[in-house]
């Protein structure tokens, strides 16, 4: 069960991009602030996987900076974290923290050892059940009619008199003995244990740079809105009046400037676009952050 997280969040600021590696925060931003973010983590056995993505969590700008107006979460340099949380990791401290990592491998390793047998004792039984079905049935039938009752019992007892050796869980069972050696490897998905929770002051940053969408960004949220990047659909946002995983979009979202000129083939394109999708084409622009106007466009008769 997932945990709430200490607010702030810290937001990984790595090579201009933001991320959450934290699956407890990650789950409550979703939950509580409606932010969805883009899962990026592949696995590199399989590196054309693009369908079922995992952490890190990767946000806009916009997301980010609305976080951190909100006052739920930070932007910290990653980087310096690092670099100064590892030179002051004592050696007690980073010998237990491999000892803990250690247990969390025996266990992971016992449990799919568990299962593995578990797997083979089925695996086993299934075919030694096609064995007696398969012996049963080329057996030859009795020389009297009348003498096959008093066979029957005979077959069960000398079934029931075999040795404990054909028991497919106790003749073929194989002991497996996990110990340090043959122990899983895990790989942590945030450096937070061991690291502190809390970034220093000199580890923050300032507010994210974002485009001039940014109001009107704001201005769906605080309706309600989930928001997701839009380029699929050459937006520059997909408008979710729920969790995108229980609802489809309903709008299409372009922001543009408060006295910018429309070309009216733009608008054209934008309605048949989402009227195509079964969407609605959205654009809208500010004046100020706190006087942002929206129009939506549909194409009627379709």
Known sequence: MATEPILPIPISYIAGNYY????DAVTYLRREHHICGVLIGTLPQIPQQNVFLSLPLELMPEEARLLVE????CIVDEVKVQNQGMKAFMEEDR???LQD???QGLQA???QAGRKEQQREKT???LEEKKAAKAKASEEPAPAVSEAPKDEPLLEVFADSQPPSHSPSTSRRTSTTVTAENALKITPATARPPLPAEPSPDQLMPLPQVPSSYPLFAHLHSEGYFLSPGL???CQYMAYPGDPLRFHSHFLVVSAEWDEELDLMDIIAGGRLGTG????????GAETEQDVRTFSVEWAGM
């Open 20 to 23: 959450l590696f934290s699956i």
């Open 70 to 73: 909100k006052g739920v979460a």
């Open 95 to 97: 010998k237990q923290y």
């Open 101 to 103: 990592l250690e247990a």
């Open 109 to 111: 390793a016992r449990l």
């Open 124 to 126: 086993l039984k299934k």
């Open 232 to 234: 699929r659909f050459g």
């Open 277 to 284: 999708v079964k969407k609605g084409f959205l654009i809208g």
